[in-house]
């Protein structure tokens, strides 16, 4: 069974930074590409970043380049995501996710398997 587990969330300052953990777990992720989407109260939820199994591509939301960084460890079945530069409107519950599929994609409906999300709160 699948399972992904974020950690890492939590209080920040604007300005401040994060780096948000999905240990998976279940099945070898190294060839699945995987995704950080996020969803604010009363929001859809939203794409942020994407990258490949073998972590040659990446896709960013326009809203987060040059501030987030996601990068992946194969070896410790662990995705990650660095949080620069935070703004009060990055306050969000943040989903990891993986995807059937070798390329990243940018909707929730390509991914198969969700974690339960973990909560970033960026004050201003």
């Known amino acids: 069974q699948v399972q992904l587990v974020e950690s890492g969330g939590g209080l920040v300052q604007a300005g401040g930074s994060l780096r948000l953990s999905c240990a998976a777990s279940?099945?070898?992720?190294?060839?699945?590409?995987m995704a950080w989407f996020r969803q604010a109260p009363g929001k859809e939820r939203d794409f942020v970043v994407a990258v490949s199994g073998s972590a040659y591509s990446t896709l960013y939301a326009d809203s987060v380049k040059g501030r987030f960084t996601i990068s992946r460890d194969n070896a410790k079945n662990t995705l990650y995501l660095q949080m620069n530069s935070l703004k009060p409107e990055d306050t969000a519950v943040y989903y990891c996710?993986?995807?059937?599929?070798?390329?990243?994609?940018?909707?929730?409906?390509?991914?198969?398997?969700w974690g339960q999300g973990t909560q970033v709160t960026v004050s201003s």
């Open positions: 996710a993986v995807r059937n599929g070798i390329r990243p994609a940018t909707t929730v409906s390509e991914y198969n398997y």
């Open positions: 279940g099945r070898t992720f190294s060839t699945y590409a």
